[in-house]
């Protein structure tokens, strides 16, 4: 006989939901945190690569971009079809890659589907072995672009930009480093990415600890044996190991940590949503028979749409960032079309969130059990925090050499020579591993690590005090020849972040032909442009993250939401889809409607 699930107290939800959000509010929110290269200098060098000395480079590119992630890759490609040879990237890492070259811990992979998040497969000809790729993927794809766009013969790795300046008699850019670098460039990019600057707890006695300790985008395969393509960690046979941090990454580490260390605690604030993955590996034939020309865009439009509540026809993907925009739509269907409005829309937004997160809470009940899989249930809505997928993780705490210790929402309390204390108790470890993720929120020059300084002397962290400014989320008025390649004031937040990267890329590679082509100097928004495109988003709903209504996090700046500065970080009225829409007929029109040229 048919059952069918009990329905959902949405007030007592609701209620739950906010007791469960008070318990983690902290005074301090992002202050909490400390930079692991300012306060911890020897965890935060490159593990990877060693650091080549050279001379300083004094010479001039047409094109210069800070960062070697996926935005450095993209523009980089776009523009070397567009016929720009001299390309330089400096990135600070010692290869390309981005958070790529860095996240290297064991079990990393992307959590949108590789069809749509690794870059230019249809321009590289790769096929990913599997729905959702592995770091060691990722990490060599991004290699494959830079030799394919012959990238790396003009890079400048393991170098950080400190100053950029623009020199109007010249009408170049000056690039200087800290490797003692001082060239110029016509045009400058900057795609150094949202998730870059490593971070720690700023937990008493961190700097006490005995043993061994690092953040997991610094993982030490020589302390613990193994490698970022999944061999054992042997070194760990014989330790007690110590993750702090639920997140997107400890989701990912702790199945592998739990396979090899002889004993594992994790320590738990807040626990992630966890839904299942069904990772698996693609077929040649299947791939063959849906892609074509202009595939991956198709692919990337899709999913933009399956996270919406229009009506695609289809779902390409079909994962569980799109499961949730399907059961939006089911429950938009069947309202009376006079109940269709603004709020009802939102309600039916709710109703299918409490709908999955009740079944993922469902889930860590019945794959863990008892305690441990009570508190393992994430008591907020599913856009509170990075939703998470993985077959694994809540599997490894079913292991006898697993233990959760969780917190209720106090985190940690300090760290001593021996080990880590939580809830009163200290647990004595060999290793502390720091899932705490990256730096978000802080001003844009604060995490670059460098300001800008364009025509008249305005430094760009002025221009920018009462919150960005930009056309399309690109050009700067003020700033000549410079490009931003990120996703506020464009598309704005979409799961699938590459999508941002390679259509900001076709732009930039746009309008850089046509300046060259026409013999143009500089080009740059009018202040008229700038200002009415400001004033465009402003009609729209704004920022849909960052609720202080969710549990605390770094969507919302640790429950404390985020200021009037920060309210420009959104999008277009309509949507990513509308942003896509809108610039692809801006391009098309060859007019570059909102550009000056001089």
């Not at 966890?274 to 791939?287: A, G, M, S, T, Y």
């Not at 760290?415 to 880590?420: N, Q």
């Not at 202040?527 to 209504?549: C, Q």
Request: net charge negative; with cysteine.
């Amino acid at each position: 006989m048919a059952t069918t699930a009990p329905a959902i107290d949405k007030d007592a939800l609701r209620r739950k939901y906010a007791e469960e959000r008070d318990k983690r509010l902290r005074a301090d929110g992002s202050a909490q945190y400390v930079r692991l290269e300012r306060e911890f200098s020897d965890l935060a060098t490159d593990p990877y690569t060693p650091r080549v000395e050279r001379d300083p480079v004094t010479d001039h590119v047409t094109f210069a971009f800070i960062g070697g992630g996926f935005a450095g890759l993209v523009v980089g490609a776009r523009l070397k079809e567009a016929g720009i040879t001299d390309y330089r990237i400096v990135e600070k890492g010692g290869d390309f890659g981005g958070t790529w070259y860095w996240n290297r811990y064991p079990g990393a992979q992307c959590d949108t589907a590789s069809m749509i998040y690794l870059p230019l497969l249809e321009e590289t000809g790769h096929m990913p072995s599997e729905k959702y790729a592995h770091a060691p993927e990722i990490r060599d794809h991004c290699s494959r672009i830079g030799r394919q766009y012959g990238l790396y013969g003009n890079a400048l790795f393991h170098t950080q930009v400190t100053d950029l300046e623009w020199d109007e008699a010249r009408k170049v850019w000056i690039v200087r480093t800290d490797r003692g670098d001082a060239f110029t460039a016509k045009y400058v990019g900057m795609g150094t990415g949202p998730l870059h600057v490593a971070k720690l707890p700023g937990l008493p006695g961190i700097e006490l600890f005995e043993g061994k300790s690092f953040h997991t985008s610094r993982w030490d395969y020589g302390y613990t044996g193994g490698t970022p393509e999944g061999d054992p960690m042997t070194g760990l046979a014989d330790k007690r190991v110590a993750i702090i941090g639920t997140g997107a990454t400890a989701v990912q580490v702790v199945p592998n940590v739990a396979r090899d260390a002889q004993e594992l605690f994790v320590f738990q604030r807040t626990p992630s949503s966890v839904d299942e993955r069904n990772n698996r590996p693609l077929e040649r034939d299947w791939f063959d028979s849906v892609t074509g020309p202009g595939w991956q865009k198709a692919w990337q439009e899709n999913f933009v749409a399956n996270l919406g509540v229009g009506f695609p026809a289809e779902d390409l993907v079909d994962d569980g960032w799109t499961d949730l925009g399907k059961r939006i739509r089911a429950q938009v269907i069947d309202m009376p079309p006079e109940q269709r409005t603004p709020e009802g829309i939102m309600a039916a937004f709710e109703d299918a969130d409490n709908e999955k997160m009740s079944e993922i809470r469902a889930r860590a009940e019945a794959i863990v059990g008892g305690e441990a899989g009570e508190k393992l249930k994430a008591w907020y809505r599913q856009l509170c925090k990075r939703p998470c997928f993985h077959d694994e993780y809540l599997q490894a705490f079913t292991r006898p050499n697993t233990h959760l210790v969780d917190t209720d929402g106090k985190g940690v309390e300090r760290i001593t020579a021996k080990g880590v204390v939580a809830n009163g108790k200290e647990y004595e470890v060999d290793c502390i591993v720091y899932a705490s993720g990256f730096e978000v929120g802080t001003d844009f020059t604060e995490r670059a690590g460098y300001d800008v300084t364009g025509r008249g002397g305005q430094k760009l962290s002025d221009y920018w005090a009462g919150g960005m400014k930009s056309f399309h989320g690109l050009h700067v008025h003020g700033f000549p020849n410079m490009f931003f390649v990120q996703q506020n004031q464009a598309a704005a937040f979409i799961a699938n972040y590459p999508h941002n990267l390679v259509d900001h890329a076709d732009t930039v590679a746009c309008v850089v032909k046509h300046a060259e082509d026409k013999g143009h100097a500089t080009v740059e928004p009018s202040a008229e442009a700038e200002s009415k495109w400001i004033e465009f988003l402003l009609t729209g709903p704004g920022a849909r993250l960052g609720s202080t209504e969710c549990t605390p996090g770094y969507y919302n700046n640790e429950g404390q939401g985020y200021g009037e500065q920060e309210r420009f970080a959104m999008g277009h009225p309509a949507g990513a889809m509308g942003f896509f829409s809108h610039i692809d007929q801006w391009r098309r029109s060859g007019t570059f409607e909102g550009l000056e040229f001089g």
